[in-house]
């Protein structure tokens, strides 16, 4: 892509007072030569879903580089730089990309660098990495591609995923990059809503196995397509 101008961050927040400090972090970072955007957009009665949210905020505030990350996600002062940085880096490697991200996955191995709640760094390289899905909590995507989340799956799960196989669907690649964030969530359980949107991910790209592959892997495992029976 061409040298990006500007930048949008764009999240769905449901919880304003969790946002607080995840809004503050993105007002202390240094440009690094970008005009910067801020969208969030209000959640708190669930009158959306993420995907719904997120496709909102991106109308709203469009740009160069669009950066979708959670409401718990707080960026280090140096982010924007360490992104153009790393985003150099992917494309010394492949000018085809269309998602990068904090953390993702290949197979069984994880790939990325990203600090949890109590501040310990998890690093898996190397970095840059070519993955086949990348975790939601931090999105990049160039503005100028025609990529959108996909409303129909609905909920707050699997979203990302989804992107990451539009993606590869359309020839392009997926990168977990070196740009560390600090992700504040301690919730590690899989609520009922996700299962139900895992199998409606695994409905819609159950012809196409031999483009992305009959199993993929997430940041919450692996995910198997084929024919499967008894869809919800």
Known sequence: MSAPRSVSFITCVADPEEYAAARSSIAGLRPAGLRVAV?????????YSCAE???LGRARAPAD???FCHQDVEFPEDWLERLLEEIARVEAISADWAVL????RAGKRFFGHALGPDGRAAFYGPLPAPVETLDELCLVIPGSLPLSFDELLGGYHLYGVDLCIQAA????GAFAIDAPVHHRSKTRHRPPEYHRIKRRL???WRFRRRKVGSRIGTTCGPIRFGLLQGWV
């Open 53 to 55: 949210a997120l496709n």
């Open 202 to 204: 695994q409905r819609k």
């Open 169 to 172: 669907e359309a020839g392009r």
């Open 65 to 67: 580089l669009l950066v």
């Open 101 to 104: 991200g904090p953390m993702g």
């Open 39 to 47: 969208e969030a957009v209000e959640n708190s009665g669930n009158r």
